[in-house]
């Protein structure tokens, strides 16, 4: 049998997502500081954040006013999701169109590319029949614990899945899910062409925000790019959200910028990607079915662009990497996962 792991990204401004939620049908919000706005109405770009828009409580309480958020379910069967909503208060109440509170967590912004807001809100969506629309009305205050360590074997995740971080490294090192119990090595890592590592040299400071809905680490990675891994409780895939520029071209050289997501999976050079969103298509590195290929772009050669998701097998694992919109990837290494975040030529 073969065990899959999922490591799924996420992006902030250049953006991936798990669900590949399409963005809903327009809706129609409330200010807490004035009229309803009806033009333009706002909409979840990606399925996660709203537009650049900060949210909250004003400091005047006579003036207060409830804000109604639609989630719109495109798919035909239920589903469960996580919103998130950029706050800049932290008296927020959460609740269904029922009137039940829904569990939600506060966390900090503190990502200065997108800080929105001082704390944003994320709270579960209910599974409901497609029939059926669930609202919030979104504006007492729900809690995160901060950690921030440099020793090893950090647990992020409280389900059954967990990411273990090397805090020496400040890399993570291990992913565990105990109901199909697989523990299989995994790292990550960022660089640009041509061959440097994106990094500082120094160890990366780990930060780690844990609460009722999620465990967060955020890394600076180096003063442009900026990471945020996250595993939600009852999830069993992570979830990475990245910031990556404005990329520096102060020597003259423009960059292309990469992620690496290495494994101890034997691939033997093959990996799939997708078609157009739809089949996937085995690729084998260095090697065209139809004619005997001469290698001269040995990476630039083996790039394709997924649109949907990569993955690599081999006897016994998997690992996948979905996106939620299109970016180039490969398997230049063996055992080893690749995509193209962003460039600058």
């Not at 970016?327 to 055992?335: E, F």
Request: hydrophobic residues 35%; contains cysteine.
């Amino acid at each position: 049998m073969i065990a899959k792991v999922a490591i799924v990204v996420v992006g902030g401004f250049l953006g991936w997502i798990y669900t590949r939620i399409k963005p809903p049908p327009p809706s129609v919000c409330g200010s807490p500081g004035g009229p309803p706005i009806t033009s333009p109405r706002i909409q979840l770009n990606d399925g996660r954040h709203l537009p650049y828009r900060e949210w909250g409580v004003p400091k005047d309480k006579s003036n207060y006013k409830i804000i109604v958020v639609v989630v719109y379910n495109s798919r035909g069967w239920k589903r469960s999701d996580v919103i998130g909503l950029p706050v800049v208060s932290k008296n927020i109440a959460v609740h269904d169109s029922n009137g039940k509170e829904v569990e939600y967590q506060l966390l900090p912004i503190v990502n200065d590319a997108i800080a929105l807001g001082n704390y944003y809100t994320t709270a579960y969506t209910c599974k409901s029949p497609r029939s059926i629309s669930k609202s919030w009305n979104s504006l007492n205050e729900a809690f995160y614990k901060h950690t921030k360590t440099g020793k090893d074997g950090i647990e992020v995740g409280t389900g059954n899945l967990k990411l273990i971080y090397s805090g020496s490294e400040g890399k993570v090192s291990q992913y565990v899910n105990s109901r199909s119990s697989i523990i299989a090595s995994v790292k990550q890592s960022y660089s640009f062409y041509d061959g440097f590592d994106g990094t500082t040299g120094e160890q990366t400071p780990i930060k780690v925000l844990n609460g009722p809905i999620d465990d967060e680490v955020h890394q600076k990675i180096n003063p442009w790019i900026y990471q945020i891994a996250r595993v939600f409780k009852n999830k069993e895939h992570a979830e990475v959200e990245f910031t990556v520029g404005p990329i520096p071209v102060d020597d003259g050289f423009g960059k292309e910028i990469v992620t690496q997501i290495t494994t101890t999976m034997k691939s033997n050079k093959t990996f799939y990607i997708d078609s157009n969103g739809r089949d996937f298509l085995q690729r084998i590195r260095d090697y065209r079915e139809d004619w005997d290929l001469e290698v001269n772009q040995p990476i630039a050669g083996n790039y394709y662009p997924v649109n949907l998701g990569i993955y690599l097998k081999d006897e016994t694992s998997e690992l996948s990497l979905l996106v939620d919109r299109s970016v180039g990837g490969s398997s230049i290494v063996h055992g080893q996962l690749e995509l193209m975040l962003h460039r600058y030529v």
